[in-house]
């Protein structure tokens, strides 16, 4: 399963470091700006760092020039074979049952996922209420940095939950569709990149990408925590985006 990797760094994957979050609240803004809402939160994990490329060489058989960066041009679809992939080499429950592009999410499995958006908020403010958790300078690479590419994961200042790169580096899937009132195939990335100006790497910065588009400046990071069968998980609500696709 593992695909050789160029540089001198290459350690094989062994555990995916996640942090144990607490539950708590979040107020998002929804797809259109028509409103605010606060979400309650079940605890939750979230890995440390977005997934590298070494990472999903070892998980998927991609090819990897490095250990260190994080995965990019990764569509929605390869970051959700991942998670599953992941599961399976520690022995726990796929999240997701894949049938082509239909996707369904095992709400009450154990494995890896991507986060619901407003998981992802709320891991990437870890309590604060401003546009970042730091200056933009410290704790995320973008536009200002100058750099070509995705950099090495870590390199940042992590925010007060442990979590490096949420801001900047790459944008990051997350589960939920990102308006299903205009396309039921676009899902949701967070956070900004390394080629992205100042007003897309805050913490409340979104955009919607096809579900098998590959851009050079989104990756992904894992997520676990079985939770509940309900009408409302972690706010994305399967009815409530059918609601909204059937009304416009």
């Known amino acids: 399963m593992r695909a050789p990797v160029a540089d001198e760094e290459r350690t094989p994957v062994t555990d995916i470091e996640t942090v144990a979050l607490p539950g708590g609240a979040v107020l998002l803004q929804d797809a259109r700006g028509l409103g605010r809402r606060t979400v309650d939160l079940e605890p939750f994990e979230i890995a440390a760092t977005p997934v590298t490329e070494a990472q999903l060489a070892?998980?998927?058989?991609?090819?990897?020039?490095?250990?260190?960066?994080?995965?990019?041009?990764?569509?929605?679809?390869?970051?959700?074979?991942?998670?599953?992939a992941a599961s399976e080499w520690e022995g726990l429950d796929p999240a997701y049952r894949v049938d082509g592009e239909e996707v369904a999410w095992d709400v009450d499995a154990d494995g890896y996922r991507l986060p619901t958006e407003a998981e992802?908020?709320?891991?990437?403010?870890?309590?604060?209420?401003?546009?970042?958790?730091?200056?933009?300078?410290?704790?995320?690479?973008?536009?200002?940095?100058?750099?070509?590419?995705?950099?090495?994961?870590?390199?940042?200042?992590?925010?007060?939950?442990?979590?490096?790169?949420?801001?900047?580096?790459?944008?990051?899937?997350?589960?939920?569709?990102?308006?299903?009132?205009?396309?039921?195939?676009a899902r949701v990335l967070r956070g900004g990149g390394f080629a992205d100006e100042p007003a897309n790497v805050?913490?409340?910065?979104?955009?919607?990408?096809?579900?098998?588009?590959?851009?050079?400046?989104?990756?992904?990071?894992?997520?676990?925590?079985?939770?509940?069968?309900?009408?409302?998980?972690?706010?994305?609500s399967a009815a409530a985006d059918r609601e909204r696709a059937a009304t416009g």
């Open 58 to 84: 070892d998980l998927i058989g991609l090819p990897a020039t490095s250990s260190t960066r994080p995965a990019a041009a990764v569509s929605w679809l390869r970051a959700i074979r991942a998670c599953n």
């Open 202 to 236: 805050r913490s409340s910065a979104r955009r919607g990408l096809p579900m098998r588009l590959q851009l050079d400046d989104v990756g992904f990071r894992f997520a676990r925590g079985a939770l509940d069968e309900a009408e409302a998980v972690q706010g994305w």
């Open 120 to 185: 992802w908020e709320y891991a990437c403010r870890a309590g604060s209420t401003g546009p970042r958790y730091g200056a933009l300078a410290d704790v995320a690479w973008s536009r200002g940095d100058g750099v070509l590419g995705p950099q090495p994961v870590g390199r940042k200042r992590p925010n007060a939950f442990g979590l490096a790169d949420v801001l900047g580096n790459v944008w990051e899937w997350c589960w939920d569709p990102f308006d299903p009132a205009l396309d039921d195939r």
